[in-house]
């Protein structure tokens, strides 16, 4: 009987001891955040000695491309004129928007960190689509210059759209250039600003692709804040040619306000 009462006590102490671990890996805006500002900081200085890496399971991608870390762009110190993070609780994942206008060498680059088992203690994935001269529509200080100009500042909750919704807009405007009818599901605001490296398009409805293409625009991934009323999705822009991009847009009030797009021209 003291055996089984042992067995017992033992087993509830490793059950507590579990459910301890699993209750402290919990994916939190402010630990998301503060990855993407370490991220930052290592662009700021070229040196990723400071990221808190996984040892196991990290990957490192540029420009859709499997890379080297030590030789990529986070190797090189940026002078950041510009950022720019959401956070995404459920996929655990942020997305960043640098833009380097002033610098030696000018950089926009659209980045999402994503860490595994909800524990932002650890980066398991630094994917970037860097663009800089010779990248579409490419000027930076354009983009600086347009950017500056807007406000992201946190939505009531009254302002804001669903997870779903947000990707369902997110996806229809990639789906526009495959499919004819994509552009009229989107919730477009009247006043809507669509950001293309150094072209200002205002209302972002007005023109608009309306299929044509046979390629889908694939490998899509995601991130989500309806905080913000963001998405962001990093992808292979295959209906124009296999192109690393992402595709930011955010919605006030169910409406469009913001598209951004950083496209390389490989």
Known sequence: MLGLCSKLV??????????STTASAECTREGLLAAANSYLEAQASG??????LSATNFTYQLNNKVSDIKTGVLSQPLKIDLNRSTADTTACASYTLLISATGSKPY???????????????IALIDSIAATTGALFFDAQKTL??????????????????REELKRVGDAYLDMWTDATAADSIPW??????????????????????GGSQKNNGNRRYVIDETVGSVDVLCSFDSLGSLPDSHE??????????????????
């Open 47 to 52: 040196k990723i000695d400071s990221l808190k």
């Open 189 to 210: 605001g009247t006043d809507c600003e669509r950001v293309e490296g150094s072209q200002l398009t205002r209302p972002c409805g007005a023109t608009l692709p309306r």
């Open 108 to 122: 926009v680059v659209a980045t999402q960190i994503r860490h595994e088992g909800d524990d932002t203690g650890s």
């Open 10 to 19: 033992t087993t509830a102490v490793a059950i507590l001891a579990t459910s």
């Open 249 to 266: 847009v955010r919605l006030e009030e169910g409406k469009v306000k913001y598209v951004h797009t950083v496209t390389v021209l490989q």
């Open 145 to 162: 210059g347009y950017i500056q100009q807007e406000n992201w500042g946190t939505l009531d909750e009254a302002q804001r759209s669903s």
